[in-house]
């Protein structure tokens, strides 16, 4: 959840940093990242990959069981995901 919060972080605020503006190219990389990971504000669109983490993350946490196998494979995914945008994060932010 840490990681997600930190790269939507880091991408908004490259967004709205006024000190470095962002050439076109790189503004609508940005743009394309951070679709991916928040949640668009229309109803009923499909959730970004920050409200899939955190939504995962609170069924795991509030429940009183061992954390079932789709759970612990739906992370599987979401984290490889995550990982290959922190990586496009790392090739366009120094």
Known sequence: VT????AVARVQGAAKNTAAPATPARQRRLAAIESRLVTPPVRY????????IQYLYGAS???DQKVGRDAVLRYQ???RELDLILGEIRDILP
């Open 3 to 6: 990681d997600v919060n930190l």
């Open 45 to 52: 669109s499909r959730p970004g990959l920050q409200a899939q």
């Open 61 to 63: 946490m509030g429940a």
């Open 77 to 79: 995914v979401l984290r």
